[in-house]
Nanobody, 128 residues
Framework: VQLQASGGGLVQPGGSLTLSCAFS????????IGWFRQAPGKEREGVAC????????YYTDSVKGRFTIARDTTRNTVTLQMNRLNFEDTAIYYC??????????????????????WGRGTLVTVSS
């Protein structure tokens, strides 16, 4: 499984960015793609997750209503649309894949240990 994240950049507070995670190599249409971020001096945290079974999505509370995760099946990508960005959203964003996302993923998606594959990060800077 390979992942490639892109789309980061510099944006003003209140602005928008769309991150993309291009993926390949899954043998089954059964996987979860998560977006994580790591701000300077902080631990990596889960931001959002897409589960291929049923298209379930999960978000951390701080981004609910502002971020949207979605899959583009025509291009094998999972996007993270980020609106109303604020300074606290500044971080390196990573996409990761779990190729066996079993169990109640509502409780499991945030755990980094569930993800066996990670892409390189893309930097999002929110600054005026």
């Amino acid at each position: 499984v390979q992942l490639q994240a892109s789309g980061g950049g510099l944006v003003q507070p209140g602005g928008s960015l769309t991150l993309s995670c291009a993926f390949s190599g899954f043998t089954l249409d059964y996987y979860a793609i998560g977006w994580f971020r790591q701000a300077p001096g902080k631990e990596r945290e889960g931001v959002a997750c897409f589960h291929s079974l049923g298209g379930d999505t999960y978000y951390t509370d701080s981004v609910k209503g502002r971020f949207t995760i979605a899959r583009d099946t025509t291009r094998n990508t999972v996007t993270l649309q980020m609106n109303r960005l604020n300074f606290e959203d500044t971080a390196i964003y990573y996409c990761a894949a779990d190729d066996n996302p079993s169990g109640n993923y509502y409780w499991r998606w945030r755990d980094l240990k569930n993800y066996d594959y990670w892409g390189r990060g893309t930097l999002v800077t929110v600054s005026s």
